[in-house]
């Protein structure tokens, strides 16, 4: 692997001391730096650090216009001994490069998304708030440069890296709805894609939810809304009679959830029945009429797992009970924790340390 070389340029003016790090509202306080990379005739270059600021571009900017825009979303932690650990930062390398070849996007060699990182957490570490529940949140992104209002792929990007710190949170339990007007995501079109105009499109019916007192959107299969599919920033999880049951992610419609991943991964360590399926909406319905659903939780990396508390199903609410101590969402939280903040082993060599 070749060496890569990036300039840094540090800022004069730290924002550090005027930060306040014991009411950290999610996505508000960034760090003193970020890292830009340019992709021109073919290849990716001008790779360089520099302090986080506005950046210029023209008003025919293509990502604009026609959204070739793509992220990354990933945390670090800091250890008792103040080193920086980064979850899964090679997988989440990998996903954005799934995500460029859907959306005609050029991929970006690992190593140097790796070596971007690393070098932005070295420089930034005093950034990285020590505490448990606290970490630095990491957004790698890229989006279309060209300055041209044709329809047609970019052929220059830019792709960055900068970060912001979250405050220790608990992590609310959260309501949701049975979405089956709307869709998120459709067979063959770009929902295993981390793109930007996901997003977008689920803003309108999210609000819709929120105004009727839910917190987030069960989303449905875009088809017959018949299925589960996710929860639009996080993928989804039921224990039903002993056996976890999460939707599948090889028909195009899921994101390939990295949380989802490690805990199905726990989850086959502990012997735990796992099954990859859709849920029909009438079974769920069935199941929470039965009291037979045990658990259900979003899983992501804003809150790793969060607690369904209640479900709207077709114009009916439905109450969880608080999960047990030794409930599998628990457990798994628990175990996950451990060993982002260095407590217990890796044995998945899951963490990277800066
Ligand atoms: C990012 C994302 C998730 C969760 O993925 P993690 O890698 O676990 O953070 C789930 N669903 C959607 C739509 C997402 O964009």
């Known amino acids: 692997m070749s060496n890569i070389s990036i300039p840094i340029t540090k800022t004069t003016q730290s924002k550090l001391s005027d930060t306040d790090f014991s009411s950290l509202v999610f996505g508000k306080s960034v760090s003193d730096h970020m890292f830009v990379a340019d992709y021109q005739e073919g290849a990716w270059g001008d790779f360089r650090i520099v302090p986080y600021g506005p950046m210029e571009i023209y008003p025919g900017n293509a990502t604009l216009h026609y959204g070739q825009a793509i992220f990354e979303g990933m945390k670090a932690y800091k250890n008792e001994k103040g080193e920086v650990l980064v979850f899964r930062a090679e997988a989440n390398a990998k996903r954005l490069n799934e995500s460029a070849k859907r959306m005609c996007m050029p991929t970006l060699p690992e190593n140097v998304f790796l070596e971007a990182l690393k070098q932005l957490l070295s420089l930034d570490r005093d950034w990285v708030p020590q505490g448990k529940g606290s970490s630095l949140y990491i957004r790698p992104f890229m989006f279309a440069m060209d ?120 989850a086959k360590d502990w012997e735990q029945p796992v099954e990859e399926r859709f849920l029909a909406v009438s079974e769920l ?64 060599q899951w963490m990277l340390t800066i």
């Open 147 to 266: 300055n041209y209002l044709g329809v047609k792929p970019s052929d220059t990007y830019r792709f960055m890296i900068f970060t912001s710190p979250v405050g220790a949170y608990y992590s609310k339990p959260v309501s949701v709805k049975v979405e089956t007007t709307y869709t998120r995501a459709c067979e063959g079109g770009t929902g295993e894609a981390k793109a930007a105009g996901n997003y977008a499109a689920s803003l309108f019916p999210a609000l819709l939810a929120q105004k009727e007192g839910y917190d987030q959107l069960l989303w449905t299969d875009g088809k017959t809304h018949s299925q589960i599919e996710e929860s639009g920033t996080m993928n989804v999880m039921f224990k039903i009679k002993g056996t976890l049951i999460t939707a599948p992610t090889h028909g195009g419609t899921i994101l390939k959830g990295i949380t989802r991943d490690a805990v199905l991964q726990l």
């Open 285 to 348: 319905e069935d199941a929470l009429t039965k009291g037979s659903l045990e658990e259900a939780f979003g899983v992501g990396t804003a809150a790793t797992i969060a607690f369904i508390t209640k479900i709207k199903v077709n114009g009916q609410d439905y109450l969880l009970p608080e999960p047990k101590p030794d409930a599998f969402s628990k457990r798994v939280l628990l175990e996950l924790d451990s060993i982002k903040y260095g407590e217990i082993q890796d044995p998945h």
